[in-house]
């Protein structure tokens, strides 16, 4: 019964690559969320999607960021030509159904901008 | 934006203490959910509330919906090592067919043996 799967759960990029971070759901959940957090920070909500299609990315940067989750395999959250406040935690979270179903969160990306 | 004001930042207690923390917004939430954080890791439900006025328990922990629909507080009584951790709220934004979490910046609990 495994949970949210994030990988890498650590990635290290220099200046001006591309980082890309997965998460699979727990098994029977369709609805994907990615949120960034910031130390000593709340997270801080970026996208919303469903499978095939994006439902609100109201809090993704408009340029470098873009997220997906096909129809099959897990989604992907991918930020080009990183920049040093990139770094961050990312984390993604899941739920069965809209509405009461609570967001179940993994163990995020840590991701650090040489 | 929607904020959450989250209360205390930061708690010193000694082993065996009750503790609250509390969570406040200027907008109302359909959903409060808290949360417990552990370093190195993700954000673990602890309780969800769905109801104005709603007081649900989970152990130790007992935490409940604010009439208003702008606020919760959690309870932890009797408090042991593991409590350590930090705890957040977010209340759940169902607008329009998007849905998001909106988090408070967290309550850092030290538990002293």
């Known amino acids: 019964n495994a949970g949210v799967m994030q990988n890498p759960r650590h990635l290290v990029r220099r200046r001006g690559q591309e980082a890309r971070l997965r998460c699979s759901p727990m098994?029977?959940?369709?609805?994907v969320y990615w949120y960034r957090q910031l130390p000593e920070e709340g997270l801080k909500f970026m996208v919303y999607?469903?499978?095939?299609?994006?439902?609100?990315e109201s809090g993704m940067p408009k340029e470098r960021f873009s997220a997906e989750f096909p129809k099959e395999g897990p989604s992907i959250l991918r930020i080009q030509q990183v920049v040093r406040g990139d770094s961050a935690a990312y984390f993604c979270?899941?739920?069965?159904?809209?509405?009461?179903?609570?967001?179940?969160f993994g163990d995020g990306t840590r991701l650090s901008i040489l | 934006g929607q904020q959450l004001n989250q209360s205390p930042q930061s708690m010193f207690i000694q082993e065996g203490e009750d503790v609250s923390m509390n969570c406040t917004s200027s907008?109302?939430?359909?959903?409060w959910l808290w949360y417990k954080q552990e370093p190195g890791e993700g954000p673990v439900l602890l309780i969800a509330?769905?109801?104005?006025?709603e007081l649900t328990s989970n152990g130790r922990l007992t935490a409940q919906f604010g009439i208003t629909r702008k606020d919760s507080f959690l309870n932890i009584s009797a408090s042991i090592p593991s409590d350590v951790g930090i705890y957040f709220c977010?209340?759940?934004?169902?607008?329009?067919?998007?849905?998001?979490?909106?988090f408070g910046k967290g309550t850092k609990l030290t538990v002293n043996p």
């Open positions: 979270a899941s739920s069965y159904a809209s509405g009461r179903s609570p967001q179940h």
């Open positions: 098994k029977g959940h369709s609805h």
């Open positions: 999607l469903q499978k095939e299609n994006i439902i609100d």
């Open positions: 907008s109302i939430f359909n959903t």
């Open positions: 509330l769905y109801k104005a006025g």
């Open positions: 977010a209340g759940h934004l169902n607008q329009g067919g998007s849905e998001k979490l909106v």
